[in-house]
């Protein structure tokens, strides 16, 4: 089994700072791909940023400039600067992973809350 462990989620004033991580562990082979997703209430989850294998990156039109990705071995990073109020969401990491004794499947973290508010 695969778990992801976020972390870094808070309340932060507009043109703050931000650090997520997305911790994951288990038997894993290899992954493939990391993104990031957020959700505000009564909104559809959506991609904010995602990173391959090869480093290749994209980031939603929205974060563009303001956000970075990257990746550590099995773990990976959102650095969020110049926050704004419309970036308030859970955040969810999302990694596709190959395990031992089975094909690649994605796995999702737990959420972390970030609010951005005067």
Same mark, same amino acid.
């Given at each position: 089994? /695969?778990? &992801?462990?976020?972390?870094?989620?808070?309340?932060?004033?507009?043109?703050?700072? &931000?650090?997520?991580?997305?911790?994951?562990?288990?038997?894993?082979?290899?992954?493939?791909?990391?993104?990031?997703?957020?959700?505000?209430?009564? $909104?559809?989850?959506? &991609? /904010?940023?995602?990173?391959?294998?090869?480093?290749? =990156?994209?980031?939603?039109?929205?974060?563009?400039?303001?956000?970075?990705?990257?990746?550590?071995?099995?773990?990976?990073?959102?650095?969020?600067?110049? &926050? $704004?109020?419309?970036? =308030?969401?859970?955040?969810?990491?999302?990694? $596709?992973?190959?395990?031992?004794?089975?094909?690649?499947?994605?796995?999702?973290?737990?959420?972390?809350?970030?609010?951005?508010?005067?």
């Amino acid at each position: 089994q /695969v778990q &992801l462990d976020e972390s870094g989620g808070g309340l932060v004033q507009p043109g703050g700072s &931000l650090r997520l991580s997305c911790a994951a562990s288990g038997n894993i082979v290899s992954i493939y791909r990391m993104d990031w997703y957020r959700q505000a209430p009564g $909104k559809q989850r959506e &991609l /904010v940023a995602a990173i391959t294998s090869n480093s290749n =990156t994209a980031y939603a039109d929205s974060v563009k400039g303001r956000f970075t990705i990257s990746g550590d071995k099995n773990t990976v990073y959102l650095q969020m600067n110049s &926050l $704004k109020p419309e970036d =308030t969401a859970v955040y969810y990491c999302n990694q $596709k992973i190959l395990i031992n004794g089975a094909g690649p499947r994605s796995y999702w973290g737990q959420g972390t809350q970030v609010t951005v508010s005067s």
